[in-house]
T-cell receptor
Framework: NAGVTQTPKFQVLKTGQSMTLQCAQD?????MSWYRQDPGMGLRLIHY???????DQGEVPNGYNVSRSTTEDFPLRLLSAAPSQTSVYFC?????????????FGSGTRLTVV | AQSVTQLDSHVSVSEGTPVLLRCNYS??????LFWYVQHPNKGLQLLLK??????LVKGINGFEAEFKKSETSFHLTKPSAHMSDAAEYFC?????????????FGQGTELSVKP
């Protein structure tokens, strides 16, 4: 089915380890973004991209890197995991023409850093 | 700058009674406004959206919201709560120019429905 696919669904990391959260969409959406969800804080924007080769920082970018080599994929890299990065991560996509009409979200990745 | 404030972190209602979840926003531009719902351990589902058409917006599952520019509000209502409505609800704003698909989320309101 068409949509936004996030992998893995669950991950446990040790402090200092690195990893990549994967996000892929098959709807040819230009806009993609990463959010983290923490209790009582809603979702906060980490990084976003308006197209292949173009990325920018959101509200909470520290400790995360992104790249956008293709329209379909937008991976999120944790360079050196910290307990403060324990969270649920969501990837979302839309197009400029549809962005006022709703976004498609992935099912999330639950990350625990110990 | 844009921001969203959900005025209640938790709302509890009895099944069959009305639901009101309050949301105020701040936006430098004409906003697009959304309500999303998240059931426990699930992803986010779009309930409804306002994009400058009718100010009273109808969504799925009997929910609706009214855009009031003078009050900068976008409250979510439902005439009669159902047990399946128990979830967390997020009010979300995006400016009409939609700078790169950025969404600003409120802190969320947890809705409990008592039998």
């Amino acid at each position: 089915n068409a949509g936004v696919t996030q992998t893995p669904k669950f991950q446990v990391l040790k402090t200092g380890q690195s990893m990549t959260l994967q996000c892929a969409q098959d709807m040819n959406h230009e806009y993609m973004s990463w959010y983290r969800q923490d209790p009582g804080m809603g979702l906060r924007l980490i990084h976003y991209s308006v197209g292949a080769g173009i990325t920018d920082q959101g509200e909470v970018p520290n400790g995360y890197n992104v790249s956008r080599s293709t329209t379909e994929d937008f991976p999120l890299r944790l360079l050196s995991a910290a307990p403060s990065q324990t969270s649920v991560y969501f990837c979302a996509s839309t197009t400029p023409g549809q962005s006022n009409y709703g976004y498609t979200f992935g099912s999330g990745t639950r990350l625990t850093v110990v | 700058a844009q921001s969203v404030t959900q005025l209640d972190s938790h709302v509890s209602v009895s099944e069959g009674t009305p639901v009101l979840l309050r949301c105020n926003y701040s936006s430098s531009y004409s906003p697009s406004l959304f309500w999303y719902v998240q059931h426990p351990n699930k992803g986010l589902q779009l309930l409804l959206k306002y994009t400058s058409a009718a100010t009273l917006v109808k969504g799925i599952n009997g929910f609706e919201a009214e855009f009031k520019k003078s009050e900068t509000s976008f409250h979510l209502t439902k005439p009669s709560a159902h047990m399946s409505d128990a979830a967390e609800y997020f009010c979300v704003v995006s400016d009409r120019l939609n700078q790169g698909g950025k969404l600003i989320f409120g802190q969320g309101t947890e809705l409990s429905v008592k039998p």
